[in-house]
């Protein structure tokens, strides 16, 4: 048959099209991340524009990686990137992230049975990110047919072109406008020097000249109309006779739509006698991963007949070899056979492929694949099979896990001792449909689970709390928990995880008498059990749980018993565990059991492998994001916070993001300033606080902090003052909250609660006995007196807020501590002991690479300045505060009587008033009476 394809290979009529695929490739070459779509009709030349950029990218060496999708296996995960990645072979073996997320893929796509289930699907997504990052030179990933894409190679285009990798990488990607692919199409870039998009249009008529050269003017015209400019059309048509042409008049669509066109291709399969169509329909129906026993067996013939048959379609051009088997020329024509097989046909065809499969023991995902299209209901051994593929899947693929358990159920058979089984499949698939983050949803499977057997029952309400957890709705989870213990007298682990799981959701709550109660009945379990993972986490949770009520000693104590036992675990049993170092490392940081809380931080991430699987992990961040802060590692807190939302298994939480981009507020300050931390609030956060009392103390906290340094200081107030807020305590944000509250009243000129509050807060902070709490109490002191032109009273507060905080390894705090200390010395008129101070301030700053602080520090350098040579041109002049006090002594008072109103020390109102009979040479009171007089200076209003 003649092919004008094949005699033609050139690509006509998309000069344009090509033009801007050029430029993008070029770019790439010159290390860019560009994006070309292409969509467009079914048979419109789609796929060939792709072939002919990865051409091109070819030939200037980039590495192509091609995949993609087909209409009849949506259930196969990641197959359009197994197809791209896996022929390829990763340049860089040793990077390890890279490395394991090719091997994942290369396990999904045997099938194995047993998946190392070590990956999930997020750090699959980083590991595929990483490893076209790592690959030298360019690379073009070209995404065919996306709009039959599954599920999981959906999210992870979506994510790369999110987030895409450094380094010149073009993403092609083309699909049909229907169904279209949502996700992706809206995380194109949307930049015009981004991103390329073609919308392929219909060829001309004048294009035609150079496909058919032979054919005359009249005749193109005929094959034109026909086609309605359609490539495939023209295809099909080109052997037809000018009558039959012009009986054929195309509109926009080519003449008959699809079903014509289904008629023109299957003329394709004239070259098989009428029995062996058959092996084209098996064909069809066993996919592009079959083998010839597989589809002679589909087809009911002999392997030898169905081989011969598969030659002919080969010659004729219907079929063309792939690396692995055959596969038809065109989807379009696949899809064709496949429905002409008629549906009875195909389903027992897709049994006998899945009865065949295992038989042979083969690879899971295509067995279950057969099995969804043709199980029937009541079927044990298919809702089996579905099972096991699903299991395999959950971490790494839930889309597609959730799709073949919900298949199982439906054909698993309604009998009495399917119970337990049934409850295992429902439980799955809550998971499942809570990792896509359908947490709602998931709660609601897991109802059916609750009333069910134990331990199952157990296992549903410990998933639906955590649920409810991530969700904010702490009172639910409490209560669901509170009534399956109820129900389950005895002591077994998932009873003492309940507990445990209670006691988590107590210190969240805030409520520490109850999270005591239930810590300490979990530690008694524990021992009963002598199972020491659990009694470790026991112990960390009276840990946080002392720290929160301030009993100092007692989470000591705690921390002690806890790190004692958790060391003595082994990783494997203690993995399930691996949250208790949260709280545990949280309580150490405070106690300033640094390195410890380093080493136990460091210890549960690895446990947890640095997954968004295991519910622990949040938490564990969090505390990251926290400690890291503190530390000064600014950038780290940052990237860990974003790592953690990126991570999250369940990323729907609103709850979880709002808290870690909470906690990574302060870093965003300081590193970007007030600006850029308020913005990022707005959009990670938003409106919608935590809703866990602990969590949403600390978000209002930090909020409240990000707008007091955008001068914000009624919102800072309002932040403050709203809302309840727990008392001091060693792990909460009482303290600090007290600390912010004195400086934005001193602010807004509130001298009586500035006073009050920052004095209440030494005396707090002193009872508990913390470093970094002792440092914050005399910062906020020292502030509020300088804020009055207390210089000599702040000065002391300052030194010891910087050596505090220089205790607690706060080099960030330390600095600010230092800045106010400099500030002070420049009022006092002490350049040297500025210059000292503004020093270590910029090396705590530069330590650090805090910008912001770094630049505000610049800027209050030139104040202190400035604010030292008016002082030297004015030696005699009295400064508020002095006048203030001489007037109060003027007018009778005496020292003590100043000191009560102004909240004085006596001393520091003996110290102003020594200074003010120098500066204005006056020996007595009575002299100082007279001299204001003689200056005209009013008496004093009362503050
Ligand atoms: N511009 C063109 N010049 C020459 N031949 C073309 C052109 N565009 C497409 N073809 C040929 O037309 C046929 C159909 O094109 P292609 O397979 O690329 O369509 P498609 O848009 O990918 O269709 P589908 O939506 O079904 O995937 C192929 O044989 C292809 O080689
Ligand atoms: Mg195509």
């Known amino acids: ?165 450094r380094g010149g990488l073009l993403v092609a990607v083309a699909y049909r406008p229907a169904p279209l692919p949502t996700g992706v199409v809206a995380a194109l870039p949307q930049a015009d020097d981004q991103a390329v998009f073609l919308d392929l249009r219909p060829l001309e008529e004048k294009d035609l000249a150079e496909l058919f050269p032979g054919a005359g003017a009249h005749r193109r015209r005929l094959l034109h109309r026909a086609s309605a400019g359609n490539p495939l059309y023209l295809h099909a048509l080109a052997d037809a006779g000018d009558s039959v042409l012009a009986g054929l008049t195309g509109g926009e669509y080519p003449v008959g739509g699809p079903r014509a066109l289904q008629g023109l291709l299957l003329a394709e399969l004239d070259v098989l006698p009428h029995d062996l169509r058959r092996v084209a329909q098996a064909l069809a129906v066993a996919g592009d991963q079959a083998s010839l026993d597989l589809v002679a067996w589909i087809a009911e013939t002999g392997e030898e007949e169905t081989a011969d048959a598969l030659d002919r379609l080969c010659a004729q051009g219907a079929v063309v070899p792939t690396d692995a088997f055959f596969t038809f020329r065109h989807p379009l024509l696949r899809a064709a056979v496949y429905r002409e097989a008629g549906m009875g046909w195909r389903t027992r065809a897709h049994e006998r492929a899945a009865a065949y499969l295992d038989a042979h023991r083969g690879p899971v995902t295509l067995l279950a694949h057969h099995v969804q299209r043709s199980a029937r209901q009541g079927d044990e051994r298919a809702a089996a099979i579905l099972h096991e593929a699903a299991a395999g899947l959950l971490d790494v693929a839930p889309a597609t896990a959730s799709r073949l358990l919900r298949t199982a159920l439906r054909v698993l058979p309604a009998r009495e001792d399917l119970t337990a089984r049934r409850m295992t499949m429902l439980m799955a698939l809550a998971r499942a449909v809570a990792a896509v983050g359908e947490l709602a949803e998931s709660r609601e499977i897991l109802k059916a689970v609750l009333p069910g057997p134990e331990p199952t029952s157990l296992e549903a309400a410990g998933f639906a709390s955590v649920l409810s957890r991530l969700m904010g709705d702490l009172d639910a989870a409490k209560h669901l928990l509170a009534r399956m213990l109820n129900r ?201 606080l935590p809703r866990s009392a602990w969590w949403s103390e600390l978000t209002r906290l930090n909020l409240a902090t990000v707008d007091f340094h955008a001068g914000r200081v009624a919102a800072c107030l309002a932040q403050l003052t709203a809302g309840p807020w727990s008392p001091q305590t060693a792990v909460g944000a009482g303290i600090y909250r007290q600390a912010l509250h004195a400086v934005s009243a001193a602010r807004f000129n509130d001298l009586h609660s500035a006073l009050l509050l920052s004095d209440l807060g030494i005396a707090d902070a002193k009872g508990l006995g913390l470093d970094h709490q002792l440092g914050a109490a005399h910062m906020a002191r020292a502030e509020v007196l300088l804020q009055y032109g207390e210089l000599e009273e702040a000065l002391p507060h300052a030194s010891a807020a910087a050596t ?44 650090c690479s805090a910008a912001w602080l770094e630049k505000q520090l610049a800027k209050a350098e030139l104040r202190m300045a400035a604010s030292l040579s008016r002082q030297a041109e004015e030696p005699a002049g009295l400064s508020e505060r002095e006048r203030q006090i001489a007037t109060l002594a003027g007018s009778g008072l005496t020292n003590r009587e100043i000191a009560q109103r102004l909240y004085l020390s006596p001393k520091t109102v003996e110290a102003h008033l020594a200074r003010v009979f120098a500066k204005l040479d006056v020996r007595s009171r009575v002299e100082l009476t007279r001299r204001l007089a003689e200056e005209g200076i009013s008496p004093e209003r009362s503050p």
């Open 1 to 165: 048959m003649h092919d004008p394809f094949s005699a033609s290979p050139g690509l006509i009529g998309r000069a344009t099209e090509l033009g801007r695929v050029d430029r993008a490739v070029g770019d790439v070459a010159a290390g860019r991340f560009r994006t070309v779509s292409i969509t467009g009709s079914p048979g419109i030349g789609k796929t060939r524009l792709l072939a002919e950029l990865g051409r091109r990218a070819g030939e200037r060496g980039f590495a192509v990686m091609s995949g993609r999708a087909t209409e009849f296996e949506r259930c196969f995960p990641f197959a359009v990137y197994v197809e791209a990645l896996t022929p390829w072979s990763p340049p860089h073996p040793d990077d390890a992230e890279a490395r394991a997320a090719l091997e994942t893929l290369v396990s999904i796509s045997r099938g194995d049975r047993e998946p190392e289930a070590s990956i999930d699907r997020y750090r699959l997504y980083r590991g595929i990110r990483r490893l076209l990052e790592v690959a030298p030179g360019s690379i073009a990933l070209l995404l065919d047919d996306l709009h039959w894409a599954d599920q999981p190679s959906l999210e992870l285009t979506e994510y790369l072109l999110r987030k895409p990798p």
């Open 488 to 688: 389950s007298a005895d002591s077994c682990p998932h009873t003492a995880n309940i507990l445990i799981e209670l006691a988590a959701l107590d210190s969240l709550r805030l409520d520490s008498d109850e999270a005591w109660r239930h810590a300490l009945a979990a530690l008694e379990q524990a021992g009963e059990l002598g199972h020491e993972a659990l009694a470790a986490t026991a112990h960390s949770l009276l840990a946080l749980n002392a720290a929160q009520q301030a009993r100092i000693g007692d989470a000591e104590v705690h921390v002690e018993r806890a790190t004692r036992l958790a060391d003595g675990v082994a990783d494997a049993e203690l993995r399930p565990h691996a949250a208790l170092f949260a709280p545990l490392a949280l309580v150490e940081a405070q106690l300033n059991l640094r390195d410890q809380a380093a080493r136990h931080l460091a210890k549960g991430l690895e446990l947890v492998g640095y997954q968004g699987l295991n519910p622990g992990f949040p938490f564990l961040r969090i505390v990251e994001v926290v400690l890291l802060t503190r530390e000064g590692r600014l950038s780290a807190a940052v990237a860990a916070a974003e790592e953690a939302a990126e991570l999250a298994a369940f990323p729907n939480s609103h709850e979880l993001t709002a808290t870690v981009w909470a906690a990574a507020l302060p870093a965003l300050l300081w590193l970007d300033g007030p600006q850029a931390a308020l913005a990022a609030a707005d959009r990670l956060i938003g409106p919608a």
């Open 804 to 847: 505090y905080f220089a205790d607690a390894g706060a080099p960030i705090d330390e600095g600010r501590a230092r800045q106010l200390l400099a500030t002070l010395h420049s009022r006092n008129g002490d350049p040297k002991a500025m210059r000292d101070e503004l020093a270590r301030a910029k090396a705590r700053y530069a330590e």
